[in-house]
């Protein structure tokens, strides 16, 4: 570096008595900045992807859900159908008939009928009646 | 390239350049001809491969109907049943862990106490059931779905179930002859179920859908689904109550007079609906195999005895009918007597001759008269009638294996046969046929084929059958002659007294005859009484015959049982009692 010549600077010209006039300029308007409007696409797609995905996921719980309750619901219709079951056979008439005889019941004997015109008990029950006076 | 010769040479950046492009190119490229292929020619069967993986096609079966009686009450229902299936290679793996996580049990042995509280068995029998290296081993049989759920529980590896569906009837043996049963793949076998197999099923739908890994719908997959159609409810006619009281009755006589078997059958006789269908020892539709082949049906359709003297009732009607007698016409009856064509009939108690009017034959039931009666007919005639009346023809009430019974034309009569059929041998009917001739009598001579449908109940709308068109076949005069004649058989003189019913004024006729044995002979006595109720206003036509009961006559076996059925019925039905004491026909023509 020292092996080479120093170079000095042109002269600068001596400054003339010519200014030019500075006058204030407006400030050029500030550009506008991108910023809030990548903000904002940004915003819009991810709020797209992320409802879109929370949908998804809403409607695969709610498949989950509809999955247990389906599985509720055949349990309890089975439970349904085994108590109905159930009740039907209470209520056949033989089983009804051995029910009534455990309780000490008796099947009635013959037809017993009330006479309007007097009052009195005919048949069977005529002598319940008597027996019981 | 290289300009400077004396320059080092560095390479050629852009030859460098152009082979990276190549190369990129080229991987572009068969990237670009995967993608293609992929997406564009093998793209549709791929996605379809996978969708095939993911979806699932179920069948949804499709319930069998059911089957209820007149008011309803389910008589035959199908529930869901789980059938309990073992893997037994996978039961050596189980582990038996308490709270802690701590293993307490291994294997079959661990895997049998647990199973063995919930399934009531022997731990060491059903041990010995979850041993070996079947795959699949049905462990039980239609077990509850409380049951299978208590055996999930337990998280045994290897232990699974399948769904299947069983059909149950809550009143046992009550309608049992009637109701039939299925097989084990779900088609009816015997009775209603058997001849209504196509109104019961159903149409099984099927349900697609694409399922994760987990067995969870894939809310956005394709799916895609076919209703069941499940199948129609018959409603039968039988009233339960009714069919169960009419079985008790039949049950206790055919033991009371170690008969071989006994039926009784209600129909009502406006509608022809058959309101009990009883045979005795009835099968168990829940456990068919229990009861011997030859009671699992019903006797009071399949089988054909001879109508013995109800039979007499149709000579008669049909007598009244041709003006040949009145109620009171005087007829001769000797004990014995012999026909011009050297036939000999006798009456079934020896007695003096004496003279019988019409009524009084009947409710004598007098052999000798009532061929008196019906010579004064042709054969032909009195066929005419037995064929309008019913006989040798099956009712059509829907049950299996219903027999037409034996009425051989006419033209085919022998010298004895002619004059036998006129008191019911000869030929032969089903119970329900015969009673069937009564309930014409009572519905004022207009016949009405007996039904047990009353209608079906298809996907929530309930359709009744049309009713059958009457056909008059007698006319109501000689109906309502017959009637009061009838009831001469319950009252003092008569031999069906054991009938008559307190407060009821009832019509019938008792019945004896030989019948088929079932080795071609006609040792077995029928013992029969057929009558109607109330007598002034019939509502209801009640048959009963008893197979070779120990006592024979159908006055001391038979009609006790139709007054235990008839009773029970009237007051069921909620039939008013008879105001109205009965106006009788003399028996003898001096008593009038």
């Known amino acids: ?31 506008r900045s991108l910023l809030p409007f990548a903000a904002l696409c940004l915003t819009i797609l991810v709020g797209a992807m992320l409802g879109a995905l929370m949908l998804n996921t809403a409607m695969a719980a709610t498949a989950y859900e509809m999955r247990e309750q ?40 013959g037809t017993s009928y009330l006479l309007l015109e007097d009052g009195m008990i005919a048949g069977p029950a005529a002598e319940l009646s008597e027996s019981d006076q | 390239m290289s300009r400077g010769s004396g320059a080092t040479s560095v ?60 008011n309803g009450t389910v008589l035959a229902t199908s529930v869901n049943t789980y059938d309990v299936i073992v893997d037994q290679r996978q039961i050596p793996d189980f ?41 699949y081993h049905r462990l039980v049989r239609n077990a509850t779905p409380e049951t299978w759920q208590a055996i999930a529980a337990l998280g ?32 009816g076998a015997a009775g209603i179920e058997s001849t209504l197999n196509d109104r019961l099923l159903g149409t099984p739908g099927s349900s697609e859908v694409e399922i994760g890994a987990r067995g969870q719908v894939i809310p956005t997959g394709q799916q895609h689904s076919t209703r069941a159609v499940p199948g129609c409810d018959v409603h039968l006619s039988i009233d339960t109550d009714l069919q169960w009281h009419a079985q008790q009755v039949i049950d206790d006589s055919v033991d009371k007079w170690s008969a071989e078997w006994g039926a009784v059958v209600v129909i009502e006789v406006e509608t022809g609906r058959v309101l009990a269908l009883a045979d005795s020892d009835a099968v168990d539709p829940n456990d068919p195999m229990a009861t011997p082949e030859q009671g699992r049906g019903a006797r009071s359709v399949q089988h054909a005895y001879d109508p013995g003297s109800t039979g007499k009732v149709l000579t008669v009607l049909s007598a009244l009918e041709e003006g040949v007698v009145t109620p009171t016409s005087p007829i001769e009856n ?45 054969n032909e005639t009195r066929y005419e009638y037995m064929r309008a009346m019913g ?58 084929p007996p039904r047990i449908v009353d209608g079906y109940t298809c996907d929530g709308d309930y359709e009744p059958l049309d009713p059958p ?87 001391l076996v038979a009609a006790p049982v139709f007054h235990d059925v008839t009773e029970f019925s009237l007051q069921h039905l909620g039939v008013p009692p008879s105001t109205e004491e009965p106006d009788l026909f003399p028996l003898r023509p001096e008593d009038s």
């Open chain 1, 1 to 31: 570096m020292s092996a080479q010549p120093v170079r000095t600077a042109p002269a600068r010209p001596a400054p003339s008595s010519w200014r030019p006039r500075l006058q204030v300029v407006r400030a050029p308007a500030n550009q």
């Open chain 1, 70 to 109: 389906r599985i509720d619901l055949a349990r309890l219709s089975e439970h349904q159908q085994v108590l109905a079951h159930q009740a039907e056979q209470i209520a056949a008439p033989g089983a009804l008939a051995d029910a009534a005889l455990e309780l000490g019941m008796e099947p009635g004997e």
């Open chain 2, 11 to 70: 390479g050629s950046p852009v030859r460098r350049q152009n082979v990276l492009l190549t190369l990129i190119l080229i991987v572009v490229l068969l990237f670009g001809v995967r993608l293609v292929y992929v997406q564009a020619i093998a793209g549709p069967a791929l996605a379809q491969s996978a969708r095939e993986e993911r979806t699932h096609t179920q069948t949804i079966p499709a319930p069998r109907g059911d089957v209820v009686d007149s």
């Open chain 2, 95 to 135: 582990e038996e862990r308490d709270d802690d996580g701590e293993v307490t049990g291994r294997g079959a042995v661990a895997a049998a106490r647990l199973l063995a509280p919930i399934l009531d068995r022997d731990p060491a029998v059903l041990g010995a059931e979850l041993v070996g290296d079947n795959g």
């Open chain 2, 156 to 187: 045994i590896n290897g232990i699974t179930a399948e769904r299947t569906s069983q059909r149950v009837y809550p009143n046992d043996n009550t309608a049992g002859n009637i109701l039939g049963w299925v097989n084990a793949e779900g088609n």
């Open chain 2, 334 to 378: 000797p004990y014995r007597h012999t026909m011009p064509n050297g036939q000999t009939f006798t009456d079934h108690t020896e007695h003096p001759d004496q003279v019988l009017t019409t009524t009084g034959v009947l409710a004598e039931s007098a052999n000798t008269s009532t061929v008196l009666i019906g010579d004064q007919m042709s």
């Open chain 2, 391 to 448: 006989w040798g023809e099956r009712t059509g009430l829907g049950l299996p294996g219903e027999t037409p019974g034996i009425l051989h034309h006419y033209s085919d009569w022998d010298g004895r046969t002619q004059y036998v059929t006129m008191f019911g041998q000869s030929v032969n009917v089903n119970l329900l046929a015969n009673t069937r001739v009564f309930a014409t009598i009572a519905n004022q001579g207009m016949s009405l």
């Open chain 2, 469 to 555: 068109v009457p056909e008059q076949v007698v006319s109501p005069e000689s109906s309502e002659q017959m009637i009061r004649m009838l009831e001469s058989t319950v009252h003092e003189g008569g031999t069906g007294v054991n009938a008559a019913i307190d407060g009821y004024r009832v019509a019938g006729k008792t019945g004896t005859a030989e019948t088929a044995d079932g080795r071609g002979g006609l040792t077995h006595r029928a013992a029969s009484f057929v009558g109607i109720a109330p007598a002034e206003d019939p509502e209801i036509a009640v048959g009963v015959v008893v197979v070779q009961p120990s006592g024979i006559y159908g006055s």
